[in-house]
């Protein structure tokens, strides 16, 4: 079953069967079958319908907020947020698209030639509760406009931001057929990519969902992104206004409970403000003490997603605690219904406890001293996890320096967790591999034809 239960009261809202094999197959044959039209399709076309999916997002972004909220407990002004940053990703797309895939004349020896960009054919997206707008939007837009047709498989909790979202795109003017939501299980994916008419698949989740997928793909030749975990290290070299700082820091890594791949999870502090930070901070994440309905705009903790979610993130607090760390504050999951945890700073984690390793997708915050900016940057990189990384300072040059020996797919400069729809998106070792958003975004699955003279 797909199923809505609200997380902050832990009602059973709704139940939609999953899709039979025979579904599925049909799904897979339709996203086939419109690939040959739609490629055709002039991508000004193309790009004028991704347009109009944009405005469309933007009128019913009120709707899709309270989705989110339902299904997965996101703040509702956040939930409307990242209805905004979708608008984004449709309107860049829809506005740089077809010069991003026009003919790229190349200059060779003997001769002349041409990059012809071209699609590749029908494309399986797997995607996440987390953001269950952005993270559809920010694989969807660009192979639209591209010329290659989609199969969707949302999350299970997430059947009614599944169907608004294909609403939306049919309701803009792209086919029934281009774009086809599944309510297909996890164990039909296998079967997916082994059809023949599928060429590529799109995946953001979990480390273990990604080497799942990964495997399927490459035993069947298939093209993959993968957008996994991060434990994103959040450098402070110092400040000039501490309070600033903090409150700015907080917030990033409270944002969405705190499940947020890009989140800065490990925040790496030199000595000199060491105490004075964790002081500051644990002040400030305390605030965060009081849950509330998701669906009040005065509400600072939501809900995890779910209740199996919740217990998780407090059993690996439980287990930091045991192996040694200092609780600063919080950590325990809140009774009553719902899926509510107390928002929580961890000291004192040693590369013996298991949370010094693990992503920690809740409200908890691991506060590291570094002596030096070296020992800052090796606690950066040591880290399985290479999605993203911040380096928070008053110097220019020496968080440059920094930033460009952290091992990660992307690094901010004073600002964390950050996505913007003209900026490449994604990580390096077990966070993942291949980019979206950008010009890199749309050429993840594009033929790039050499047409020599």
Same mark, same amino acid.
């Given at each position: #079953?797909?199923?809505?239960?609200?997380?902050?009261?832990?009602?059973?809202?709704?139940?939609?069967?999953?899709?039979?094999?025979?579904?599925?197959?049909?799904?897979?044959?339709?996203?086939?079958?419109?690939?040959?039209?739609?490629?055709?399709?002039?991508?000004?076309?193309?790009?004028?319908?991704?347009?109009?999916?944009?405005?469309?997002?933007?009128?019913? =972004?009120?709707?899709?907020?309270?989705?989110?909220?339902?299904? #997965?407990?996101?703040?509702?002004?956040?939930?409307?947020?990242?209805?905004?940053?979708?608008?984004?990703?449709?309107?860049?797309?829809?506005? %740089?698209?077809?010069?991003?895939? =026009? $003919?790229?004349?190349?200059?060779?020896?003997?001769?002349?030639?041409?990059?012809?960009?071209?699609?590749?054919?029908?494309?399986?997206?797997?995607?996440?509760?987390?953001?269950?707008?952005?993270?559809?939007?920010?694989?969807?837009?660009?192979?639209?406009?591209?010329?290659?047709?989609?199969?969707?498989? %949302?999350?299970?909790?997430?059947?009614?931001?599944?169907?608004?979202?294909?609403?939306?795109?049919?309701?803009?003017?792209?086919?029934?057929?281009?774009?086809?939501?599944?309510?297909?299980?996890?164990?039909?994916?296998?079967?997916?990519?082994? $059809?023949?008419?599928?060429?590529?698949?799109?995946?953001?989740?979990?480390?273990?969902?990604?080497? *799942?997928?990964?495997?399927?793909?490459?035993?069947?030749?298939?093209?993959?992104?993968?957008?996994?975990?991060?434990?994103?290290?959040?450098?402070?070299?110092?400040?000039?206004?501490?309070?600033?700082?903090? =409150?700015?820091?907080?917030?990033?890594? #409270?944002?969405?409970?705190?499940?947020?791949?890009?989140?800065?999870?490990?925040?790496?502090?030199?000595?000199?403000?060491?105490?004075?930070?964790?002081?500051?901070?644990?002040?400030?994440?305390?605030?965060?003490?009081?849950?509330?309905?998701?669906?009040?705009?005065?509400?600072?903790?939501?809900?995890?997603? *779910?209740?199996?979610?919740?217990?998780?993130?407090?059993?690996?607090?439980?287990?930091?605690?045991?192996?040694?760390?200092?609780?600063?504050?919080? /950590?325990?999951?809140?009774?009553?219904?719902?899926?509510?945890?107390?928002?929580?700073?961890?000291?004192?984690?040693?590369?013996?406890?298991?949370?010094?390793?693990?992503?920690?997708?809740?409200?908890?915050?691991?506060?590291? &001293?570094?002596?030096?900016?070296?020992?800052?940057?090796?606690?950066?990189?040591?880290?399985?996890?290479?999605? /993203?990384? *911040?380096?928070?300072?008053?110097?220019?040059?020496?968080?440059?320096?920094?930033?460009?020996?952290?091992?990660?797919? #992307?690094?901010?400069?004073?600002?964390?967790?950050?996505?913007?729809?003209?900026?490449?998106?994604?990580?390096?070792?077990? *966070?993942?591999?291949?980019?979206?958003?950008?010009?890199?975004?749309?050429?993840?699955?594009?033929?790039?034809?050499?047409? &020599?003279?």
């Amino acid at each position: #079953m797909y199923t809505v239960t609200n997380p902050a009261t832990g009602e059973l809202v709704e139940q939609i069967p999953n899709a039979t094999d025979d579904e599925v197959r049909a799904a897979i044959a339709r996203v086939h079958g419109a690939f040959a039209d739609w490629r055709r399709r002039p991508a000004t076309e193309r790009a004028k319908i991704v347009l109009r999916a944009a405005e469309l997002f933007a009128e019913r =972004a009120d709707e899709l907020a309270a989705i989110m909220t339902l299904e #997965m407990g996101k703040r509702i002004n956040e939930g409307r947020g990242e209805v905004g940053v979708v608008v984004d990703i449709f309107t860049y797309y829809g506005q %740089h698209g077809p010069d991003l895939i =026009a $003919d790229q004349p190349l200059a060779i020896r003997g001769g002349e030639a041409v990059i012809q960009k071209t699609p590749l054919g029908a494309l399986l997206g797997v995607m996440p509760w987390n953001f269950p707008c952005y993270q559809v939007a920010r694989f969807v837009a660009p192979n639209l406009v591209l010329g290659n047709t989609i199969l969707l498989k %949302h999350a299970s909790i997430c059947p009614r931001s599944a169907l608004a979202i294909a609403e939306i795109l049919h309701e803009a003017g792209v086919p029934e057929d281009v774009y086809v939501n599944t309510f297909a299980s996890s164990r039909q994916v296998p079967a997916i990519l082994a $059809d023949p008419r599928i060429q590529g698949v799109s995946l953001t989740g979990s480390e273990q969902a990604g080497i *799942s997928v990964a495997a399927e793909a490459g035993r069947n030749l298939k093209k993959a992104v993968l957008e996994l975990g991060g434990s994103d290290p959040l450098i402070v070299l110092d400040t000039d206004n501490i309070d600033e700082t903090v =409150a700015r820091t907080a917030t990033a890594r #409270m944002r969405n409970c705190g499940q947020s791949c890009n989140a800065p999870k490990r925040m790496i502090v030199l000595a000199d403000v060491y105490d004075e930070f964790v002081e500051k901070l644990t002040a400030r994440i305390a605030e965060y003490y009081r849950p509330g309905d998701p669906a009040d705009p005065a509400t600072k903790l939501p809900p995890l997603a *779910s209740v199996a979610a919740r217990d998780e993130v407090a059993e690996q607090v439980a287990t930091a605690v045991l192996q040694g760390a200092t609780l600063r504050t919080g /950590g325990r999951a809140i009774d009553g219904p719902g899926a509510y945890l107390e928002a929580t700073v961890l000291t004192d984690v040693t590369p013996e406890m298991n949370a010094y390793y693990e992503e920690i997708f809740g409200p908890v915050v691991l506060v590291f &001293r570094a002596e030096s900016e070296q020992e800052a940057i090796a606690i950066a990189n040591d880290s399985p996890f290479g999605l /993203g990384a *911040s380096v928070w300072g008053t110097d220019p040059e020496r968080m440059r320096r920094v930033a460009e020996q952290i091992e990660s797919g #992307m690094v901010y400069l004073n600002s964390a967790g950050g996505s913007q729809a003209d900026l490449p998106f994604g990580g390096i070792k077990r *966070s993942g591999m291949g980019r979206e958003l950008g010009p890199a975004g749309i050429a993840e699955f594009m033929n790039q034809k050499s047409i &020599r003279f």
